[in-house]
DNA sequence: ATTAATGATGTCACTTAATGACACTAGGAG
DNA sequence: CTCCTAGTGTCATTAAGTGACATCATTAAT
């Protein structure tokens, strides 16, 4: 089934992934993934396109996971403190947290490969639709308002760059982030590229009130 | 040389976009366009690293020429006059103009091909670092600073996506434009995702003088 | 329980994108 | 003129990706 199928092509994806960063991308080939996710390499063909698209659901988790939380967002509470109650469910399982490591290390790998590069933008290019559908729907604003696109597309901008920056940081200066810092430094970046005032409480739901002026709805 | 093997590089892209727009990415093959270019095969991949990139030099001009924009902006003059100065060079080149509806073309066939899709990515994605050293000069800032960044990445990405909208009108829907209605929109959107006050005059080299509020410099 | 139907997977042949190795040519420096 | 270098063409080869068809598993119908 889709549910099943989902689960597979996350296989492959894992096992392409610890490839990747064991060997690079150009040095690993296709019968390798498909030895190492134990299927036959005609099946790999036909959940990704071609190698490099093999680890594009680790990198969509990456965005997927921002995008959800942005959907589960009540409209009375501002960013960051939303943000917060996010990353403290540090709860996440072990399976999820393998995965982030996983991801941030394939997203090191991102300015030397340019093939992972492609996957990485276009992965992050799918995420703009998803945003903007959400952001849409907070606001009660179309689908096509484009400045609802256009809101989307910078906050996604801003996201990668700062999944792009930590995860450098983090892998190749051996530094390391507090989850209070990550979520400072990711609602200061949405805030300064957002051109809709959605970051903090907003109506009509809200009680039938609009913020008393929605444009200066930034940081103080 | 440098010079001569850049143009030879332009005249395979013309060649496989020709192509491309004519029979789709997947139906035409390496040797087609070494053929349609007057080359051999094995020099289109001296020039480029998959069949996609042929047309990568062609993605590039169009941020490559905003970027150009931003770099020769006076200091002194607003981002809706500077803007409306250079498209007023209505006087391009005929090859210019050709290559613009080429790109359009292509541009407009983003959405249904994954491959194209990826290489313009990756196109403004390289934008994105040369547009910050520009943003970064003329704001007298490093470039490592992390605000400059962030506001390269959301003017490329409202750049991009002005481009994407906007061809996809012009092919699609055969709808125009006139230079007037695209200076202002694209303005409008680089306005609101700027995260840096840097649209409007900017010191200090502005006769010494900074404007006095600086955060203040968006659109009235 | 057996069978028919459907969809996913494996096997193998095949196409073509892409690379390596080497020979050839053009043009500049001595 | 000769040497040297950078770029190009030719040909063989590798590996990515597809097509065709057989096989297997799951479910629904009888």
């Excluded at 190749?172 to 959605?198: C, D, G, K, W, Y």
Aim: charged content about 25%; overall charge neutral; glycine content about 4%.
């Amino acid at each position: 089934m889709s549910d099943r199928s989902e689960a597979a092509r996350l296989t492959v994806a894992r096992a392409a992934a610890r490839l990747f960063i064991a060997h690079g991308v150009a040095a690993t080939q296709g019968g390798e993934i498909a030895k190492e996710a134990g299927i036959s390499e005609r099946t790999v063909w036909r959940y990704f396109r071609n190698k490099e698209s093999c680890v594009a659901p680790l990198f969509s988790r990456s965005w997927a996971n921002f995008a959800e939380q942005m959907r589960s967002w009540p409209r009375d509470i501002s960013l960051e403190a939303h943000l917060a109650t996010c990353f403290d469910l540090e709860k996440r399982s072990p399976d999820e947290l393998a995965d982030a490591i996983i991801i941030v290390r394939l997203i090191a790998m991102v300015p030397d490969e340019p093939d992972l590069r492609s996957i990485w933008l276009l992965s992050y290019h799918d995420g703009e639709d998803a945003l903007a559908a959400i952001i849409a729907d907070r606001l009660d604003r179309s689908r096509n308002d484009f400045a609802v696109r256009l809101c989307a597309v910078a906050t996604m901008g801003a996201v990668r760059t700062i999944d792009e920056t930590i995860s450098l940081a983090a892998i190749r200066h051996r530094q390391s982030f507090t989850t209070a810092e990550v979520v400072a430094r990711m609602a200061e970046a949405i805030r300064s590229v957002s051109n809709l005032p959605f970051c903090d409480p907003v109506g009509p739901k809200l009680f039938g009130i609009r913020p008393a002026s929605p444009v200066e709805g930034r940081a103080p």
